[in-house]
């Protein structure tokens, strides 16, 4: 959900030709990657939202984190993001990650169906996703079927283990004890 790089690219202009499929023609292919280098990642404690309980992870390359603009804009859509109540424990994991330009992402992973997860996002500063205009704080609801960049992914498989770990597999399940799991802060990978 971001663009391919965290630093300005010195790497040629992609070829003319087809969008890559779901982007604006316009748009054309994102700009060929440079040196590829992970992000940091911290794990602001979890909040409650539109009945359901929300953990949280943010993604920057800037060490002093996301702006609290920018995080305030990102949880006050997040409401557009989640699905209604089905009797599964209420529980969302987000993903919340500032660009290297001016673009933010944020990715709402919602369990539903007891074991299933339900994806939203939206993004600001980031016109080729939809959004009006380069204010990261300014998000639109994105369409595209992605489910998040390199750097939005680490937390997928730690919150499927901690879902199994508290509430699938014990007699009773425990939505507090699966709160309290989260990846440990660090970088977006290296976790061996």
């Not at 060490?63 to 209420?90: N, Q, S």
């Not at 369409?143 to 992914?153: A, R």
């Not at 009773?172 to 709160?179: G, M, R, T």
């Amino acid at each position: 959900m971001t663009s391919a790089t965290s630093t300005p690219s010195t790497a040629p202009a992609a070829p003319a030709g087809p969008a890559p499929s779901g982007l604006p023609a316009s748009s054309g292919a994102p700009p060929a990657p440079a040196a590829f280098r992970e992000k940091f990642l911290t794990v602001p404690p979890p909040v409650e939202t539109a009945g359901r309980r929300i953990k949280r992870y943010h993604v920057t390359a800037d060490p002093a984190g996301i702006e609290p603009e920018v995080e305030r804009a990102a949880y006050a859509m997040l409401p557009r993001l989640l699905p209604e109540p089905d009797g599964t424990p209420p529980a969302t994991f987000a993903v919340l990650h500032r660009g290297g330009d001016d673009s933010a992402y944020l990715c709402a992973y919602s369990w539903v169906w007891d074991n299933v997860l339900h994806f939203r996002a939206a993004a600001a500063g980031q016109p080729v996703l939809g959004c009006p205009d380069r204010d990261p704080t300014n998000f639109a609801v994105t369409e595209l079927p992605w489910i998040g960049c390199v750097w939005e992914l680490p937390p997928i498989l730690h919150e499927r283990n901690a879902w199994v770990r508290h509430l699938l597999s014990p007699e009773v399940p425990d939505l507090e004890a699966y709160l309290a799991d989260s990846l440990p802060e660090g970088t977006t990978g290296d976790r061996a």
